[in-house]
């Protein structure tokens, strides 16, 4: 795999799987080699994309910048929109899972703007194609990937830049199926992050209950979404990015 | 702890611990908030500048061009020297443990320059205070840190700039240690690290034998190399940078 950043120097014909633990270390694709980037926003937007789909949603625009958040709620969009995890004033709702299960949502169009996840969506954009990856989905998503069979990195979008416990687990857990569907790996970042996965595992809920970022967050996330955000296989949607837009594959 | 690009919002009068993963991830000081940086490369700059100083080097001059390298071979240092693992053709050795255990050497000033590990020794004057960290010299660094009693941050050298496994894993081990001597934390790479050394611990060659980097430089570690980097409090030295010099305290 010829992406410059990632450390993967595999030259057998399996499928390859990377992880990226920040922003900071995502690289550049040089060549024509195909790869696909799933991108791990756990607390809260990746989660609450699954969510949203999950309930009826039809599209969802992500959008990096508040003046465009804005602009497209005056132009009558439904707008969610947090920074550092608390809804700003001009949007509809926040970012919460449980904020997009309304029925006044389904079959609508949503814009969509928070602190890390949009960020990555946006930077994820050189991949051959941008998928959305949470507990809720991530069998669904192993074997959609399985079936795609090119090479992937699991992109997260961390805190601030800075390496997170639950995007990483994240990225263990769903590299540990991927392996299982034959993919190989030659990425240390893989290796740790598998581990940090078995260590989670046993009581996935109470792990990230420790991590920085739960803590953070904790007078903005309800029980109801965390215990939602900690699920896996609620649903089986592939959030993916067509254009500006995430929609179903 | 109000440093750029670090997550610590620890507010108790404890010390901190940080963990950084990668250099791409360092930040750079705001204020005048005290803190040490503990470099680390355990394959095999900071190992290595251990071993040396247990065998008697006087001092380390780590400097990051090849072309200064040069220079100061030319004014009559002896110059250790590598790139991507091998040794350059104009230096007097590389920078494995072993090359540093020579009788010539000792009472001498060894100009050392690596891929990673002088990088990351000169990103990190901005610090108080930096020192040299590896399994050579953990215990012995862990008491010393406990008695400066100021914040650390445990800077990880990476490959290439990516995460690694036996920087974490050391990082993490370092990390506990110094909780065990009160210092606090709010910084998930911490965690991380720290549950990553428990999953090494009970066999940490083994474990660190998987690391991409140990296959990278598989043909250029020796088994006796690898044996020294893996144990642990085999010397108690304490290199610390002084100007443009490591020295033991």
């Known amino acids: 795999m010829i992406i410059f950043g990632f450390s993967n120097i595999n030259m057998s014909t399996n499928p390859t799987v990377e992880v990226c633990f920040s922003p900071r270390l995502y690289g550049h694709k040089l060549t024509d080699t195909k790869f696909i980037t799933v991108v791990v926003d756990i607390l809260r937007a990746t989660t609450s994309i699954c969510a949203a789909f999950d309930h009826g949603v039809k599209e969802i ?8 958040a804005k ?6 969009y439904f707008v969610a929109c947090e920074r550092n995890g608390e809804i700003l004033d001009f949007a509809d709702f926040g970012n919460s899972a449980s904020d997009f299960i309304r029925d006044d949502l389904k079959g609508r169009s949503v814009v969509f703007s928070t602190t890390n996840g949009t960020k990555t969506i946006n930077m994820a954009r050189d991949a051959d194609e941008v998928v959305i990856g949470s507990f809720a989905n991530i069998k ?3 074997d959609y990937l399985a079936e795609k069979n090119e090479n992937v990195v699991i992109f997260c979008a961390a805190w ?3 390496f997170n416990l639950e995007d990483s687990v994240f990225a263990g ?5 991927l392996i299982g569907h ?9 290796l740790g992050a598998i581990d940090l996965w078995h260590r989670a595992k046993p009581d996935l809920k109470n792990y990230l209950s420790k991590s920085s970022h739960r803590n953070r967050l904790n007078h903005l996330v309800s029980e109801e979404d965390f215990n939602y955000t900690v699920t896996l296989n609620s649903t089986k949607v592939i959030p993916v990015l067509n254009g500006d837009k995430l929609e179903l594959v």
């Open 173 to 177: 857990a769903l590299s540990e199926m």
């Open 160 to 162: 601030k830049s800075l």
């Open 140 to 142: 669904a998503l192993a």
């Open 182 to 190: 034959g993919f190989s790996t030659n990425c240390d970042s893989v």
């Open 61 to 68: 625009i992500p959008v990096s910048g508040l003046d465009e």
């Open 71 to 76: 602009k497209m709620k005056n132009n009558g």
